[in-house]
Structure formats: C-alpha cells, structure tokens
C-alpha cells in the first residue's frame, strides 16, 4: 500500500491548518481524485480515493473536527455557518508551482458535516487516445467518426469513468487555428490552449442549455458539452449537430447501445438520433497491474494477478480505460428508425464487429494490463 501518513494529535486551528495542508500536499502526490473528511459517532477521519478506490489516509482525533471542516469552508468560500444545508464551493491550492483547482461539497449528516474535496486534473494532461488504452482498430473508428464536419459523438459510462478525459485527446486532433472549439463543462476540469472554454454558473443562470444557445451564435465548428444532462440540452446538441456543427458530449448510460434508448426516453425522436449520432462509445476505468510485482496466474502463464509491493497500492499503479465502440451504421440507422430496443441494436452492433465491455476487458487481461478480478468487477456481463 502507498505510505499514506498519520495526522498527529492537534486541535487548535493553526494545528489544523497545518495538517489540512499536509492532508493535501499529500493527495496530490499519490494522484488521490477525492479527499473525504468525514465524521463518526465517536470518530473522524479522511479518506483519500487513489486509483478509484477509497482508502483511509488519516484518522485524527474528534476535536480537531471543526476547525478543519471550518478552515475548509473558508477556503473554499462558502458559509461557515450554515451547517444544516449542502453547500458547494471551489479553491485554488499551491502545489510544485503549479494552483490546482479543487471543487468542495458539503454535506450535513447525522454525526456533523462530510466534506469531498475533488482535485481537479491539475497537471492538464491530455494523452492519446492509444495512452488511454484504445486499441489500434477502435482509434481509427473514434477519429473517423470526429473528422466529418457534422453530427453528434457521444461517450458514456459512470461518473469518475475518464470521459471527460477523452473527450479532450479527442479534441486534440480537433484543435486548429482554423476551426472553433467551444467547450462548457460543469465546471472546466483541463485546460486547452485556443479553445473557448465556459463553466456553467447554474445560480446566475448560466446552464448548459442556456451556454450552449449562447454558443450557437458564436459561429463554432466544433462543440464539447460536458453532459446531456436533460431534454432540453439533449435537443439543443441534436439540432447542433444537424446544422453543421460537430457535437462531442457523454451521457451516463450501461453501455453504448442502451444509450439510443436514453435519449429516447429523453423525448428526442428517432429520425433525429439517426441522422445526427455517428458513434457512441462506452467505457470504463480499471486498475493497471503494478509492473513491478504483477506475477502469472497458476491458471494461465498468459493471465496476470496482483500482488503488491512498496512501488503500487495492493498491486496495483494507475488506471486504464476498456472501451465498446459503436459505429452508427446504415442497418443501425434503420433499427433507429424503427424504434428499435437496447436488445435489438445490441444484436445488430455485435454482427458489425462491436465487442461487449466484458470482452474489451479481456484484451486488456491477455496483455498482461489489468487483472480478470478488475474486469469482472467493472464491467456487465457479456
């Protein structure tokens, strides 16, 4: 396991403070995305989540509660006082010359409040799409579908899945001085030198909808949304895509083809989704095998399994994603059309060559990437 430190005993606000910098310094160097301070009936502790999974990273004593929970909301800008309501905020934070954004949720409960502090991709990575862990086949299916100069992509999957993520080394190969690159997010996670970036202000009444009509008469070429979050956005993006515009967004959906029953359900109409969507793609994020312990599997010389040593957390270092690609073809436009279920365009895709969740983990097991016991964890059964 990572050496995650002990918070020594402090309760005064000057020990807390310290210990919250040192709390923090320290996510950032393991890679943590969240950092939860959270309260018990008689306990108190913080929890990093490292490689998607959650881990206890200190547990100081009950009296230094609400100084830290306080000096958190300081930061973050939001009512020390108000204790019985959520509240969100966000706070710029130092770290190796660099300010990293971190967003703050609280959240009053039975035992005091519990704080998520979500640190942003403070080092503005944009890897490609092979870096992601695409294989060859299905990244010259993705940048086929985002270089025709219209329609709709979409990627899905859970939240903390990496969408965002290739939503951008997508927009790496769309990126140019001649065309528009217009990006709202909730809010902007990365930063992409010449594109228009907007982080949606739901209080002033700055929503996706709203930033994306504004966007509209911004003359752009191509639009990422951050989330189809509704059936307004969802009509807005689909006329985009239908009047020249290239539109990249995600929805949260099980797989790629059920996301054609979604947007369904949302109240956009067949004969839309099938002349505006040219891909979806669905995906998920699992745990790397440390490359210094993994060890074969009894099994299969061929299958690998974690083991765990001072270079990993439990065998295991970083994330990969594992991907279904679903090109919109001709016969799918028509099942569109049709109105055809998640069970029937499911059927259709497989005959044309898309691989299940399942079966994409596979690859990465046989490659020696990821363990079987990731994959079966994360991913629907075939």
């Not at 310094?25 to 502790?45: I, K, M, N, T, W």
């Not at 944009?126 to 862990?133: I, M």
């Not at 911004?218 to 290239?246: F, N």
């Not at 270079?311 to 569109?336: E, F, T």
Request: hydrophobic share 40%.
């Amino acid at each position: 396991m990572a050496n995650i430190p002990r918070l020594t005993n402090a309760s005064h606000q000057g020990g807390a403070v310290q210990q919250l910098d040192a709390l923090l310094q320290r996510a950032l160097e393991l890679g943590a995305s969240d950092v939860h301070v959270e309260s018990g009936a008689a306990s108190f502790r913080v929890r990093f989540r490292i490689d998607g999974r959650l881990q206890v990273a200190a547990q100081p004593p009950l009296s230094m509660r609400d100084a830290m929970v306080s000096r958190i909301k300081v930061l973050a800008r939001i009512d020390i006082a108000e204790k019985r309501l959520p509240q969100d905020g966000r706070l710029q934070y130092p770290h190796k010359n660099q300010i990293v954004d971190i967003r703050v949720s609280s959240l009053p409960t039975v035992h005091g409040e519990k704080m998520v502090l979500r640190l942003l991709n403070f080092n503005q990575e944009r890897p490609t799409l092979a870096d992601l862990g695409f294989d060859a086949e299905d990244e010259a299916l993705l940048i086929k579908a985002i270089s025709r100069p219209h329609g709709m992509v979409l990627v899905t999957g859970p939240t903390g899945s990496g969408k965002t993520l290739s939503l951008y080394s997508c927009l790496e190969h769309l990126n140019r001085e001649d065309s528009n690159v217009s990006c709202v997010e909730d809010p902007c996670e990365i930063y992409l030198p010449g594109a228009n970036q907007v982080s949606i202000h739901e209080r002033a009444g700055l929503t996706f909808a709203s930033a994306l009509r504004a966007l509209l008469r911004q003359d752009p070429d191509v639009i990422m949304l951050g989330e189809i979050r509704d059936a307004e956005t969802a009509e807005i993006a689909i006329q985009a895509a239908h009047t020249g515009h290239l539109v990249l967004s995600t929805l949260h959906t099980n797989d790629a083809p059920s996301t054609l029953e979604r947007l369904r359900h949302m109240g956009i109409a067949p004969f839309q989704v099938a002349s505006s969507l040219h891909m979806v793609v669905a995906q998920r994020l699992v745990r790397r095998l440390c490359v210094h312990c993994k060890k074969p599997s009894a099994e299969s010389p061929v299958v690998y399994q974690a083991r765990g040593c001072a270079m990993c957390n439990a065998g295991y270092k970083g994330r990969v994603g594992i991907y279904q690609v679903m090109p919109i073809s001709a016969p799918l436009q028509q099942l569109i059309l049709q109105g055809g279920d998640a069970i029937r365009i499911k059927t259709q895709a497989q005959q044309e060559g898309m691989r299940s969740l399942r079966e994409a983990g596979w690859r990465k097991v046989l490659q020696g990437v990821t363990s079987a016991q990731e994959v079966l964890a994360l991913t629907p059964d075939a």
